[in-house]
């Protein structure tokens, strides 16, 4: 079946332009995850939802960014004004519930120039 | 609150040696603790999970990890490498007392040496 797909795959924004990443879960996951990944370092957590409720967003940098799940399934998350210290991948991931295993997209690479 | 120490950022190892690649972490009762590997060009995908059931957990391709509540340490180990075993490793830590916030560890490539 479709495993969790992002878009766009890559996105260059320039300074202070706001981006919106997409994720598509698997059909049927519950919980769903966003990370930020810098280069070499591993996912640090951002929020996380279960179906359309947000249940954790302490992972958030800053009030520009914000995420949201309006109808339990695709998940968008929003970076408004962005600055160069955004770039990174954004990876997402669901799951079936909170505990179980998660499954991850393929990333969204944003470059700010 | 709780987080996770890879000791290693680089491993190296010869094909058919022992893989040992270590993980530490810190939480105020026994978490749900994951492995999971990033080859390159690929996403992250899950290697095993420890959800408090036995504590010697078996993953996919030939690895396994021990969890050690007295060492706090969750340890992956693989008795013979492959080449395929070239990769980014990394440790996981979640609930029940942070919720379900997943804390990752900076990670450890392995390299493998013909």
């Known amino acids: 079946g479709a495993g969790v797909s992002q878009s766009p795959r890559y996105k260059v924004a320039k300074r202070g332009q706001d981006v919106a990443l997409r994720c598509d879960p698997i059909s049927g996951h519950v919980s769903l995850f966003w990370y930020q990944q810098a280069l070499g370092q591993g996912p640090e957590f951002l929020t996380y939802f279960q179906n359309e409720a947000q249940l954790d967003k302490s992972g958030l940098p800053s009030d520009r960014f914000f995420a949201e799940r309006p109808e339990g399934s695709v998940s968008t998350l929003k970076i408004q004004r962005t600055q160069q210290e955004d770039s990174a991948v954004y990876l997402c991931a669901s799951s079936p519930d909170l505990r179980g295993e998660q499954y991850f997209g393929p990333g969204t690479r944003l470059t700010v120039t | 609150a709780q987080s996770v120490t890879q000791l290693g950022s680089h491993v190296s190892v010869s094909e058919g040696a022992l893989v040992l690649l270590r993980c530490n972490y810190s939480?105020?009762?026994?978490?749900?603790l994951f492995w999971y590997v990033q080859y390159p060009n690929q996403g992250l995908q899950l290697l095993l999970k420890y959800t408090s059931a036995a504590t010697l957990v078996k993953g996919i391709n030939g690895f396994e990890a021990e969890f050690k509540k007295s060492e706090t340490s969750f340890h992956l180990t693989k008795p013979s490498a492959h080449m395929s075993d070239a990769a980014e490793y990394f440790c996981a830590v979640s609930g029940p007392t942070g919720g379900f916030k997943t804390i990752f560890g900076a990670g450890t490539r392995l390299f493998v040496k013909a």
């Open positions: 939480s105020s009762v026994p978490p749900y």
